[in-house]
């Protein structure tokens, strides 16, 4: 559903589905069909990885990424029951009279955060994605951000920060490694303002930067602890 109006250095992420070259990403393929069936019914849910930065690409510039580029980015609040503290996509559960999943991660958006959604223009809907800690079948829904706005915390019982990431910080090598969880999952992890992205977020962001244009080469071997990389940070599991 790319339109003709997105900035062209975004194409690489509206006309490609998020991949995984290194072998080390296995959020892409996490799909309820793939995992054993249980007796509970998914809830389905949305997310929206929103992009912000300059329409016009810088011609020195892999892929021409705008220096200003980043995406929105919410920590949730340690006292969560479920993905305490983790850092994550504004979104959450359909609900009724949501427009399909566009329409749920835009409400969710504004809810977390404030986002006025007029200045905001989804471009692609992503395939599915099982989160089995909260049995939710998430639709990342990612957009452009033509009109930015004022973002914040709305609710502390929800989420402890807001925070607009700057692409440059997420693609940079120093900042990226694989995390290991002690009941041995295994995948991709970008240590950045002061924040673990892992898991679920970390697995989308890895898979639309692969297909950007703008990503260098990264050291997909360097495998650390998740605990030790939580801690480092002040977070735990």
């Known amino acids: 559903?790319?339109?003709?109006?997105?900035?062209?250095?975004?194409?690489?992420?509206?006309?490609?589905?998020?991949?995984?070259?290194?072998?080390?990403?296995?959020?892409?393929?996490?799909?309820?069909?793939?995992?054993?069936?249980?007796?509970l019914r998914p809830?389905?849910?949305?997310?929206?990885?929103?992009?912000?930065?300059?329409?016009?690409?810088?011609p020195d510039a892999p892929g021409?990424?705008?220096?200003?580029?980043?995406?929105?980015?919410?920590?949730?609040?340690?006292?969560?029951?479920?993905?305490?503290?983790?850092v994550a996509f504004p979104g959450g559960g359909v609900e009724p009279g949501d427009d399909g999943p566009i329409g749920t991660a835009l409400r969710e958006a504004w809810?977390?955060?404030?986002?006025?959604?007029?200045?905001?223009?989804?471009?692609?809907?992503?395939?599915?994605?099982?989160?089995?800690?909260?049995?939710?079948?998430?639709?990342?829904?990612?957009?452009y951000w033509r009109t930015p706005g004022e973002v914040g915390v709305v609710s502390e019982a929800e989420a402890a920060r807001v925070v607009r990431v700057p692409l440059a910080d997420l693609l940079d090598p120093a900042n990226r490694f694989?995390?290991?969880?002690?009941?041995?999952?295994?995948?991709?992890?970008?240590?950045?303002?002061?924040?673990?992205v892992w898991g679920f977020t970390a697995g989308v962001l890895a898979g639309l930067l692969a297909v950007s244009g703008w990503e260098p080469e990264w050291d997909h071997h360097d495998v650390r602890d998740l605990q030790t990389s939580l801690a480092a940070v002040g977070m735990t599991l």
Do not use: C
């Open 1 to 39: 559903m790319s339109g003709p109006d997105i900035p062209q250095w975004l194409r690489g992420v509206a006309e490609h589905e998020p991949a995984d070259p290194a072998g080390v990403n296995p959020i892409l393929t996490r799909t309820v069909a793939k995992l054993a069936a249980t007796a």
């Open 43 to 58: 809830r389905d849910a949305a997310v929206l990885v929103l992009f912000g930065g300059a329409a016009e690409s810088d």
């Open 64 to 86: 021409g990424l705008p220096a200003d580029a980043d995406v929105l980015l919410t920590q949730r609040a340690a006292t969560l029951r479920q993905h305490r503290g983790q």
């Open 111 to 143: 809810e977390e955060t404030g986002l006025d959604s007029r200045g905001v223009e989804p471009f692609a809907v992503l395939p599915k994605i099982f989160v089995p800690p909260s049995r939710f079948d998430v639709t990342p829904v990612v957009a």
């Open 178 to 196: 694989v995390v290991r969880h002690p009941l041995g999952y295994v995948g991709p992890a970008f240590a950045v303002d002061g924040m673990l």
